[in-house]
């Protein structure tokens, strides 16, 4: 089984930065893609930057120039650095990451539990 924590969420004013983490951990024994995603009230989940299996980077349009993903891959995390938050951020952040387990070498698909970011006008 495997297990995403995500951490660094919170409230922040506009302009302002966040640093987000998710650690993966359990039965991983290979990450193919890893991100992030954000679901703000009434909205469905968006995509807001990942790491492909193919080994890009994908960024929603709206948080171009403003975040950044990173990656240590020793320690199966990723992070995203958010700059010049803006209200419109408000979500709560999901992590989602896609491999496969130990052992059997069975595929996964798991996401965290989630973080909230509030950024106030």
């Known amino acids: 089984q495997v297990q995403l924590v995500e951490s660094g969420g919170g409230l922040v004013q506009a302009g302002g930065s966040l640093r987000l983490s998710c650690a993966a951990s359990?039965?991983?024994?290979?990450?193919?893609?890893m991100g992030w995603y954000r679901q703000a009230p009434g909205k469905q989940r968006e995509l807001v930057a990942a790491?492909?299996?193919?080994?890009?980077?994908n960024y929603a349009d709206s948080v171009k120039g403003r975040f950044t993903i990173s990656r240590d891959n020793n320690k199966n995390t990723v992070y995203l650095q958010m700059n010049s938050l803006k209200p419109g951020d408000t979500a709560d952040y999901y992590c989602?990451?896609?491999?496969?387990?130990?052992?059997?070498?069975?595929?996964?698909?798991?996401w965290g539990q989630g973080t909230q970011v509030t950024v106030s006008s």
């Open positions: 359990g039965t991983v024994f290979s990450i193919n893609a």
């Open positions: 989602n990451a896609e491999g496969y387990t130990t052992g059997a070498r069975i595929p996964f698909s798991s």
């Open positions: 790491f492909t299996s193919g080994g890009s980077t």
